[in-house]
């Protein structure tokens, strides 16, 4: 099993600029999220879903969006990249959306915008 | 507004130590508090985790220490070795409408010499 999968490791963006971070998961976990990890500020929920067709936001949604219409793929997009936008992206997924769920989370995706 | 409070931000233990870390929360709904760890260039993993109505787990040289009243847990890590070197998270969460969604603390980053 590949577990969770995100590409692209890296990227480097222009302000204003769209982009696609991918995940996807061969689980067939109910539950993803997308996590964005700044130095000292842990890791920060900006959107997550409980199945396909249901999304809704985190703590920091703002400059993102997010679809589910397979149980495998929640992309995350950025619509108009902002310098406070470069972070360090995490997909994470669990088996249910509720109860003491492991999260297994992807490799993560170093974004940079200039 | 950080609702998971983690300290120390970074912590140096000689080889065969005791590391401590320690978490503390607000919201009393939180029902699960699991610690992850992650190696550089890595997405966090579980470690352990632990129910409010246990004060203590053991898995190996890790301990959770779980202190209801006060809205404290730590993490022991006992005998601790080169290879624990890592940033460690607490994470505590809760059910809400749309199932469990988890509040991270900022990390500590452990190096532990040999």
């Known amino acids: 099993n590949a577990g969770v999968t995100q590409t692209p490791k890296f990227q480097v963006l222009k302000t204003g600029q769209s982009m696609t971070l991918q995940c996807a998961q061969d689980m067939n976990h109910e539950y993803m999220s997308w996590y964005r990890q700044d130095p000292g500020m842990g890791l920060r929920l900006i959107h997550y879903s409980v199945g396909a067709g249901i999304t809704d936001q985190g703590e920091v949604p703002n400059g993102y969006n997010v679809s589910r219409s397979t149980t495998e793929d929640f992309p995350l997009r950025l619509l108009s990249a902002a310098p406070s936008q470069t972070s360090v992206y995490f997909c994470?997924?669990?088996?249910?959306?509720?109860?003491?769920?492991?999260?297994?989370f992807g490799a993560g995706s170093r974004l940079t915008v200039l | 507004q950080q609702q998971v409070k983690q300290s120390p931000q970074s912590l140096i233990v000689q080889k065969g130590g005791i590391s401590i870390i320690n978490c503390a929360y607000e919201?009393?709904?939180?029902?699960?508090f699991p610690w992850y760890q992650q190696f550089p260039g890595k997405g966090p993993a579980l470690l352990i985790a632990i129910r409010p109505d246990v004060s203590e787990k053991k898995e190996g040289r890790f301990t959770i220490s779980f202190n209801k009243s006060a809205k404290q847990f730590s993490l022991h890590i006992m005998d601790s070795q080169p290879g624990d070197s890592a940033t460690y998270f607490c994470?505590?969460?809760?059910?809400?409408?749309?199932?469990?969604?988890?509040?991270f603390g900022p990390g500590t980053r452990l190096s532990v010499l040999p």
């Open positions: 994470a997924s669990s088996p249910r959306p509720s109860g003491a769920n492991v999260l297994t």
């Open positions: 919201n009393t709904a939180f029902d699960y």
């Open positions: 994470a505590a969460s809760r059910e809400d409408n749309y199932g469990q969604n988890f509040v």
